[in-house]
């Protein structure tokens, strides 16, 4: 069984940045494409961004040149860089998991994550 433990969320001002961590366990993480989403009170669990087993990455609209997602194979780790964090970024963040045998797939949709971590909070607020 998957487990996933997000960290690294709190509280900033606007403009400041955040690092977020996910710690993969379980299973083999190379087997696994990875996802954020982000969850505000009274919203859908949205989508945030998306790494391949490769690599490859890609981005929700309102994040792309913000945020960056990256994995480290070594560390059974994936992360989410926040840069230039808005108040409309608060939310509790959530990583995903989904297993795969495409090394480029970009996995976008809630629906198709089997694994699910507990979430983390980001409140930006000045």
């Known amino acids: 069984q998957v487990q996933l433990v997000e960290s690294g969320g709190g509280l900033v001002q606007p403009g400041e940045s955040l690092k977020l961590s996910c710690a993969f366990s379980?299973?083999?993480?190379?087997?696994?494409?990875m996802g954020w989403f982000r969850q505000a009170p009274g919203e859908e669990r949205d989508f945030v961004a998306t790494?391949?087993?490769?690599?490859?990455?890609y981005y929700t609209d309102s994040v792309q040149g913000r945020f960056t997602v990256s994995r480290d194979n070594a560390k059974n780790t994936v992360y989410l860089q926040m840069n230039s964090l808005k108040p409309e970024d608060t939310a509790v963040y959530y990583c995903a998991a989904v297993r795969t045998i495409y090394s480029d797939v970009l996995v976008q949709s809630r629906v198709e994550y089997d694994y699910w971590g507990q979430g983390t909070q980001v409140t930006v607020s000045s």
């Open positions: 379980g299973r083999t993480f190379t087997s696994y494409a």
């Open positions: 790494i391949s087993l490769s690599g490859s990455t």
